[in-house]
């Protein structure tokens, strides 16, 4: 069974930092790509970033990119998105999700993704 956890989250005023964690098991960790989404209040869900199984492949949303910084510990099988600079527009609740498949790539669509955690709400305050 595939466990999906985030952890981080809190308020921060603008301007400042945040690292989300997000741990995953039931799976062989290292194998995997993993996903960032996240979803403002009366806003579709939108992909953020992604780390590849190969955690020098990383992608970013255009509106993250140079701020945000996705890296991997595989011995802990825990992803993080390090959030800098945050704006009041990053206020969100922020979703970590797996891919069904070990070595595929998911790209930025929702529906590449089979396992999601239960989110972790970001405040950033103006």
């Known amino acids: 069974q595939v466990q999906v956890v985030e952890s981080g989250g809190g308020l921060v005023q603008a301007g400042g930092s945040l690292r989300l964690s997000c741990r995953v098991s039931g799976r062989t960790f290292s194998n995997y790509a993993l996903g960032w989404f996240r979803q403002a209040p009366g806003k579709d869900r939108e992909f953020v970033a992604l780390i590849l199984w190969v955690a020098e492949n990383t992608d970013y949303a255009h509106s993250v990119r140079g701020r945000f910084t996705i890296s991997r510990d595989n011995a802990k099988n825990t992803v993080y998105p390090q959030m800098n600079s945050l704006q009041h527009e990053d206020t969100a609740i922020y979703y970590c999700?797996?891919?069904?498949?070990?070595?595929?790539?998911?790209?930025?669509?929702?529906?590449?993704?089979?396992?999601w955690g239960q989110g972790t709400q970001v405040t950033v305050s103006s």
């Open positions: 999700a797996v891919p069904d498949r070990e070595h595929y790539y998911p790209g930025r669509r929702l529906d590449d993704y089979g396992y």
